[in-house]
Structures are given as C-alpha cells and as structure tokens.
C-alpha cells in the first residue's frame, strides 16, 4: 500500500505535522488482552454497591425501574446500534421508522403534539425548551419554580447564561413573576414528588403572555393527568426511567414535545413520514432547517448527536407495556409508595414534610440526621432516600418503584424505627 | 415486508408484551379525581409480535457491522464486542448517581483514569467527562472562553472565528455563548488563509475554532504559527477534537498550542454510535482554563475519589456526571491498546485514506491533491458535466453494498464526497470499494440514467422530503386526545 | 423572460409598482431555481414595518434556508396565503400566482435605485457564466 501512495513509511503521511511534535511519547498503561480486559473491569465493578445486590428507596430524577429482557435484546441487535445519523435514508429505515413510533408514543404519554427524536437529558431538555421559549415570545428572561429539581435549574441556568438570559426563580405564589418573562418551567410531581395546580400555573403564565414549561415522570402518567390538558406549552422529561438501566446517571434521555404550533422553533432531529419515488411509504429526517448544518448560527440549537440508542429503549418499553403495562406499573408504584409513607408517618420521631397528594416519591422529617439513618440502612444493603438537610432540616426523599416488594419496605420500616 | 405497519396497526386490546408482579400490599385510596388521567391510548402488542416487529426494522438498517462505513468526520470504526460486555456488568449498569461515595469508588475510578488518560492524550492538564456528546464539548468550551474573559474583566472580546469549513456545530455553539461570527477563509491548499486571518485576528476577538486536522481532512502545517499569532494577540485557541483519529497516540493537541479541546468518545475512543447516540464529548483544557470546567471532576485523595466542583466552574451540563456508560467503552478501549496502539489507530487511518486518495483521484476530482489525513475530500465536479450529482453517486454506492461518505459538507468543496475509512477496514475492503466508485465513475460516463434512479435494491427508493418537510407528518395518533386548541 | 414591468435587486427579489403606491414583491425565477423546491415561508405579519435591504422574511427548501430582503421600505399590508398553504406556487410561477407580499411603499422614489428587467437580464446572465468558467475541463478516467 505504501507503494501505490508512493511514500517508503507511514510516518512520511505525517509530513505536515511539525517534526518535533510528531511521535511523542504517551504515558498510558500497557495494552490488556480481552482476558485481562474483562477481569480488570469486573474487578471494577465490584467495588460498586450495585442495585441488584441492594435494595433502592433512591430516586430524586434517576429510578430503578422494572425492564423487561425484551428491550436489550433489541437495543443490542447491531444494525441498531452501531449505525449512525439516519443521513441517508434507504438503508436506514430502522432507525427512522423507530424514531417515529418513538415521537408518537411519548405524545400520546404527554398529551402534546409533536415530539422531536430526543435529547441528552431531561434537565438540558429543560434548558432547551427554555430558550426556545424565549425565540418564540421574543423575549429573553425565563422563570423556574423552587420546587423543581435543584440540579436541572442548574443546568437550564447554565444555559441560560450562555445566552446572557436571566434566570429568575420564583415560589409556587407566583409572586415574583415577571410580566416579560418568556417561560415558567414546572416539575409535576415537583421535586419532592407531590403534586401542584398546573392548572393555575398555565393560567398566571399564560396571563403574561409566558409559555408554560412542564418537566413530566413519565411513568405517572399512566396514572395522572397529561401536562396537555392543563394547556401546557412544552412538556420535558427524563427518559430514563422508561426502560433503561441508572447507569450511574447516564446516558439517559431527553423527552421533549411541544405543541404543533411551535413544531418549527423545536430543537433536535425529527424523523417524519413520507413516501418513495414508488409511492412506498417510508421515512426521512425532515424541518432539517431548523438544525445546525444548514442554519449554523441561527439554528435552533447546535445539538447533532443525542441519545437515539436510548430512546430505542423507550420505544420498545411503551410497546411492550402498552396502555395497560404501564398503567400497571404505576399503579403499583403508587399503592406501594402510599404503604410505605403510611408506615413511615406512623413511626415515633418521623412524620411526612408534606401532605399533598404524591405519586412514588415523598419527603420524611427523621428523628436523627438522614446520613445516620442512611449508614444504618446501608449496613443492612439498602439505599435510602436522598438527604434534604441543606433544604428541609432532617429530612430525606424517599422513592418506592413497583420493583420494590412488601419485604423490601417493612425492612426499610422496621430500620427506620429502630433507630 | 415487516416494516409497512406501525405498532397501532397491530395493537389489539388485552395484549402485553411483558409480564408484572400482582400488587402485594394493600392499596390506598386515589388521588381526587382531577388529577387523575381519564384515558391513555398506547399500543398493545405481544412480546413474540413486538420481536418480530423491531427485529424486521433492524434488518432495514446498515451499521458497522453490516459493512463499511466511510462516513466522514464520523470515524464508524469497529466496536470490539468485549468493551460491549464490560459496558453491561451490574456493577456498572446498576448505579445510582447519588448513592453513598464510598459505595460507587470503582465507578469514580474509572471516571479518574480516564480523566487522566484524555489529558495525556490530547497533552492538555485536566478534563471534564461532563459534556454529553461532541456539541456539548463545544459548548463547554466557548462557555470556559466566555467565563475567563469575564473573569479578567475584558469586555471587549465579543467576537468567534471559525474557519469557512467548519462544521455547523462550531457557529451554532457560538451562537448559544451570545458571540458574533465571523468566518475565516481557506487558501487554495485548503489551510486557512493566513493573510485574511492575521488582520481578524484582534482584540475584539475571543478565540479561534480549528478543527484539526480540518474538515478537509488536511493538517494545517501553519498550525505553530496559527497558535502564536493568537495567543500574542490575547486571544485561545479552541480545538474541535472530531477528528482526532488521525493523531491519535502520535500528536498532542496540547504541543501544537491548543488551549482547550473537545473529544468525540463515540467516534475516535469506538463506543457505538447508536443511531445517532448516546455519545460522550469529554472536553480537556491547559491550566489556565481548568478553574472553568465544567461540574464535576472526579478528583483523588490517597486511595479515595470524590467529585468536586472548580472553583469557577461554568456549571453543570447535565442532571448526573455525564454519559457514564459511554465512558466505560471508551476505558475499555484505551486500556485494550495502549500507547502503541493508539498510535497505530492513527497510522493505519491515515494510511487508509491516503490509500484511497492515490487510487481515486483519477476518477473524481481531488479539490486538494496533498497528503490527507485520516479523511479524504473528493468532488462529484467531474461527473456534474455528465449531469451526475453526488448525491446520485451516493445512491448508486448502496447498490453496490456500500454506505456513502459524507455528502455536500464541507460547504466549501462543491458537490464533496467526504470519505473516512477508518482504521479497522482491510485492504481487500477498500479494493473492493475502490473498484466500485470506478464502476460507479464509468457509469457516470456511459449510463447516468442508472445513478439518477439509484438505489435499486434498497427497502425503499428515494423519498420524498420536499413532501415531508411542506407537510409535515411526524407521528400517528391513537383515541381521542384532550389537547385544548 | 423577467416581465418587464417589473423592478429587481441583486438579492434576486423583485417588486411590482401598482396604482396607489403600492406594490407585489416576490423571488424571482433565478431565485426559486437556485433554492430548489420550497417547503416552508415565514413571512412577517401584516402591519410589519419593512426597510429597503433589510430581511424582512425567510425562505426554506428542504436543504437550504435564504433571507429575504424588503426591495422597499414601507408597511406590509397582505401576504400570500395560497404560497404559505403551498409553498410549490412560488417555484411554479414566481412572478404571479407565486407573489409574497404586498407592501405600501412610504418612498416609492427608493424604485429607481432597483434594475430593471435588462439589467437583470444581464446581471443572472453574467452569474451563470461565472458558475460555468468554475466547471473544471473533463478528464478521461
């Protein structure tokens, strides 16, 4: 081969590199041997406390779900997972065909409209929502509620300040908002997991001519209420719990839908229907004006890569649950987590924060620091609820999913109420 | 064909494609009836059908395995299944985000480790595995320029360069910073124009975006003095890092004067591509960025690891510490060659598309007859005489069992046929694709026809995207939506 | 070929001057050939305040975006709904059924510094040689 290029060594392809940096050295490990590979990681791992040895009541935005088999064995077919953007659309129907079905399905979960192929995460979904928000109202200011979750304002504010877009973060009064505030982003159920009138919000930001921003847990809403009738603008919302592993916190997936209205100013790929030259219905990557190679600075976002193998992952869970799966699941969620708190609040020195309706998760006051009773727990190979002290003073979030059984949970009541 | 029905077409009520455990405590009541959801309309379908179902749709889809892939800028390398296993150990898979610190140290080491590794690679003092995928790399780059010129009080630095190939990622995280554009031209060599760029390059200007070697697939031997003239004049350099492959154990970005540099773990570190994800964009940085980078960095006491966040970090890019399980792939991959294997990764990448360049440029035209790196830019000028457009080049490649290069990017090579072999093809493979662009040029010349009607072969034909884009379908609908008007 | 009546600028739009100050403005067939089939028209709301060279709207095709810049100043009165509905009416017939707006002009003077349709003729002529001299001589493979 070096003949044909007409060079004696590879090093001469090298040429226009400057000669002094060319060939360093590289401090790097010797080489493993698949063996080797596989024993080192394994040994890894174990140094994990891993969620199949210990039972979980952690949540606070990533959740141990249920998932099925079925879905690796999908996500692991090849085709799948080592092809790329769906650029050229004849040899990559499966992939486009699945992102549409995936963009149906989380509609039909959020009562939105139109769905783009997904995004990193359901905070950076936020952020993104946030200032599309802000090309649709042409306005540059965003509100978020106290009681969505602390890490996503982080992030949306990160955003935000990139744009130079203040972030302004009200109470649930609402007395702070703005009258030029493009957006108010809302978490149902809030972050410690109980539910506020979305209703009234849509309304009072409606009112200021403000979109309304929904970050949603998808699995409640088989149960609950869509974000789409209370007149919601955009609904986000972490993906990850419909179907994937926690994975120590990604990849996970950002959900995002919005009305038809807005369908133009959506950030991301979307997949739409078509048909060939044959008159075969088929499908393409479509509105690719709104993206970063055509439009490069004035795209609607400069996301290019995002988490299709994931969002694989969801489509294939909602498709095996179906209407009345998931419906299931989070009636069991519910009925468990009720069983849980009602046990909880009943214990001497602990009672529960807050007495609104919940879904899965809930917030306890604790006779003694959380991190205690967390150590306890964890001696006994359970996790326990995430620590509030620096919000709520000794309190902790606790979250039951439908794989945590009435064992599991008078353990966790009988722990607590030695303690 | 298994792929002309949707799942609403094979929903039927009472199916379940998965089976849940009964309810084993006692329910309580409902919540008040107007928070409850009245109707949820999903598909119902059987596991074995809904197996079928996908397992028809993957069949319709080319990836890596099926074939090579000389996507562009890409780098569809080879991804070794072993690193696959590795990614799927409970240990790994099985973690929460904010379980106990001292329950997740074998996670925090890897995440160490390879911190440490992508700063010794790219020669640069520390990294942030934060950013999501490459386009979050970049925008954690240009928020670091933003915040270090804040942070020295220089109001006046409002302005990016990028160069006139770059991709669109670079202008559009430009954009989301809040910074002007300007685009820097290439000389005839496909460098970047010196001479228009020194008189850009002034205060009002943060930094320059290079990707190198470019999207041109050429290494730009001004780079010395690229990076000098900048830093003389106040300015950082940034580095789109997607095409790292070709320097990949043999060059440091760091030595050439980078300040910082974004990485694609999905493209030159092998994790899958997925479809179109997840990916990884780990950004590393000299010491006068690090108090920037984004939250968290995984940091070492004795044998214990926390996270921390630098003192004047931009923020957090996401709700956790990134793409975690991409990031194990690519540990797997760097811990499985070693030094000398990365460098031989680059060799053997920019031999293949030198390779390709030499046997090629006879038949399309090469806007840039030089040394190419681990990519290869062609034209489709030649057979636009004849009527053939690239992208009927492109079309008629499928036929032949071939996944095109990338197509009509850069912006700055008409009709461009961007090909990246990458490292892991052999040389019966690029003959044999080779040999099929010869036949492809010669058909050009004696039967246009044939390319103007590719594919032949494929599920389906070429689509109507004028259709999908004037009137958008972009999902199906099942029973009766309560969306208010 | 360009009607005659009409008034055009370099950036390929052209303007009918009708009774009453008033005029249709449109792309023209230069125009609608370089961008392919059209998808999708923003065009700013009746009412909208426009100057002469400024972008006063947005034009799509499947792979390409392009501004639109006002070919004079003045308020917009009416927009073509049948183009935005569909959008392929611009690329059938640009200089009729194809209009975009309407506009009210506030310096109708601002017309003369527009060419003409000889001028315009000439200007898409002198483009597509250039695009030709940039067509490389075949090589025989």
Not at chain 2, 224 to 238: A, D, T, Y
Not at chain 2, 423 to 436: C, G, N, P, R, V
Not at chain 3, 22 to 28: D, I, P, S, V
Request: aromatic share 8%; glycine share 8%; net charge negative.
């Amino acid at each position: 081969m070096l003949q044909e290029i007409g060079v004696s060594s590879v090093d001469e392809l090298f040429r226009d590199v400057p000669e002094k940096f060319r060939n360093v050295e590289f401090k790097l490990p010797p080489p493993l041997s698949e063996l080797e590979l596989k024993e080192e990681l394994r040994q890894l791992s174990s140094r994990n406390a891993n969620l199949q040895d210990y039972v979980c009541f952690l949540g606070a935005g990533h959740y141990l779900h249920f998932i099925p088999s079925v879905i690796g064995h999908i996500t692991g077919r090849s085709e799948f997972y080592t092809a790329y953007t769906p650029y050229q659309a004849e040899v990559s129907q499966g992939t486009l065909q699945t992102i549409y079905e995936y963009q149906s399905l989380v509609c039909q979960l959020t009562g939105m409209e139109v769905s783009n192929a997904g995004m990193y995460d359901g905070s950076t979904a936020a952020a993104e929502a946030a200032l599309m928000a802000c090309r649709i109202t042409k306005r540059s200011k965003a509100a978020v509620l106290s009681t969505v979750n602390p890490r996503y304002s982080e992030v949306i504010d990160t955003y935000a300040n990139g744009h130079n877009v203040p972030l302004e973060k009200v109470e649930p009064d609402l007395e702070g908002l703005s009258t030029d505030c493009a957006c108010l982003i809302v978490q149902q159920p809030n972050f410690f997991g109980y539910f506020e009138d979305l209703g009234a919000y849509a309304q009072k930001a409606h009112d200021v001519g403000a979109l309304l921003i929904v970050i949603v847990d998808p699995i409640s809403l088989a149960l609950f209420k869509s974000p789409g009738e209370y007149d919601a603008d955009i609904v986000v919302a972490e993906g990850q719990a419909l179907g994937s592993p926690t994975s120590f916190g990604g990849p996970g997936l950002g959900i995002f839908t919005c009305r038809k209205e807005y369908m133009r100013q959506m950030p991301g790929r979307i997949a739409g229907k078509t048909v060939d030259v044959d008159g075969k219905p088929g499908y393409v990557l479509t509105l690719a004006t709104r993206e970063q190679h055509i439009r490069r600075e004035r795209a609607t976002s400069n996301i290019c890569t995002n988490e299709a193998l994931v969002a694989l992952a969801t489509t294939v869970y909602l498709a095996a649950l179906g209407k009345r799966g998931l419906r299931q699941v989070a009636e069991l969620c519910y009925h468990k987590a009720h069983y849980a708190a009602d046990a909880i609040g009943k214990l001497k020195g602990y009672s529960l924060v807050f007495q609104q309706p919940f879904f899965k998760e809930f917030v306890v006051r604790c006779p003694v620091a959380p991190q205690q009773v967390n150590e306890a727990l964890f001696k006994e190979k359970i996790i326990g609820g995430l620590d509030l002290s620096g919000t709520i003073d000794n309190s902790m979030l606790l979250c039951v999913t439908e794989v945590n059984t009435k064992q599991d949970i008078d353990r966790l009541v009988e722990i607590l109420g030695a303690l | 064909m298994g792929h002309h029905y949707l799942l609403p077409d094979i929903s039927r009520p009472g199916k379940i494609g998965c089976s849940l455990p009964a309810l084993d405590v006692a329910p309580s009541d409902l919540p008040p009836e107007e928070l409850l959801r009245q109707e949820l309309e999903l598909p119902e379908v059987s596991e074995v059908e809904l197996v079928r179902y996908f397992t028809a749709l993957s069949k319709l889809n080319y990836g890596v395995d099926t074939g090579f892939y000389p996507l562009g800028s890409c780098t569809m390398k080879y991804n070794p299944k072993w690193h696959e296993d590795v990614a799927k150990l409970p240990g790994f898979t099985s973690i929460h985000p904010y379980q106990p610190i001292d329950s997740v140290q074998g996670a925090l080491q890897l995440m160490f480790e390879l911190q440490e590794y992508l700063a010794e690679i790219t020669g640069m003092s520390a990294t942030s595995l934060a950013p999501m995928a490459g386009a979050q790399g970049e925008l954690a780059s240009i928020l670091m320029v933003k915040a270090y010129y804040q942070a020295r009080g220089d109001t006046m630095r409002r302005r990016i360069l990028v160069p006139d190939s770059a991709h669109g990622t670079n202008p559009a995280t430009a954009a989301m910073c809040g910074f002007e554009i300007s685009a820097v031209p290439s000389d005839s060599e496909g460098n970047l124009d010196l001479k228009a760029f020194e008189p850009m390059m002034n205060e009002e200007v943060a930094t320059l975006t290079l990707t190198l070697p470019t999207t041109l697939g050429l290494f730009d031997p001004q780079i010395l003095e690229i990076s000098q003239l900048i830093h003389e004049r106040g300015g950082l350099l940034c580095g789109d890092g997607a095409n790292l492959n070709s320097l990949l154990g043999k060059v440091k970005f760091g030595d050439l004067g980078f300040d910082c540099i974004q990485l694609n773990l999905h493209k030159t570190f092998s994790t899958p591509h997925g479809g179109g994800g997840p990916g990884s964009g780990p950004v590393c940085v000299k010491s006068n960025l690090t108090d920037f980078l984004p939250s968290p960095l995984v940091r070492k006491n004795g044998k214990e690891y926390t996270l921390t966040s630098p003192t004047k970090s931009i923020g957090s890019l996401g709700a956790a510490y990134g793409n975690f399980g991409v990031m194990v792939k690519a540990y797997a991959y760097i811990r499985s060659l070693g030094a000398e294997g990365l460098k031989e990764v680059s060799e053997n990448a920019v031999l293949n598309a030198n390779y390709l360049k030499e046997k090629l440029k006879a038949y399309y035209h090469l806007p840039y007859d030089r040394t190419c790196m681990h990519e290869v830019v062609f034209s489709g000028k030649r057979q636009k005489a004849r009527g053939v457009h690239t992208v009927d080049i492109a079309k008629r490649l499928i036929d032949y069992g071939f996944h095109p290069p990338t197509v009509y990017f850069p912006l700055v090579v008409d009709e461009a046929l961007m090909t990246e072999p990458n490292e892991t093809e052999s040389k019966e493979t690029l003959d044999a694709y080779i040999d099929a662009m010869k036949e492809i040029a010669r058909e050009a010349d004696e039967n246009p026809e044939i390319l103007h009607t590719a594919p032949h072969n494929t599920p389906v034909r070429r689509l109507d995207e004028v259709t999908a884009a004037r009137k958008p379908d972009l999902r199906w609908e099942m029973g009766n939506q309560k969306t208010k008007d | 070929m360009n009607p005659k009546e009409y008034k055009y600028t370099e950036e390929h739009e052209w303007i009918c001057p009708e009774g009453g100050d008033r005029g249709k403005a449109g792309l023209t067939d230069y125009a609608q050939t370089q961008l392919g089939d059209l998808v999708y028209l923003d065009l700013p709301e009746p009412g909208t305040e426009v100057e002469q060279f400024k972008k006063m709207a947005e034009i799509e095709s499947v792979k390409a975006v392009a501004d639109f810049f006002a070919p004079a100043s003045g308020k917009v009165i009416e927009v073509n709904q049948d183009a935005i509905d569909d959008p392929a009416v611009v690329n059938q017939d640009p200089y009729g059924e194809g209009w975009l707006v309407e506009l009210e002009l506030s310096k109708p003077s601002e017309l003369d510094a527009l060419m003409d349709s000889d001028k315009y003729d000439n200007f898409v002529a002198e483009l597509e040689a250039e695009a030709e001299e940039e067509e490389p001589e075949e090589k025989e493979g």
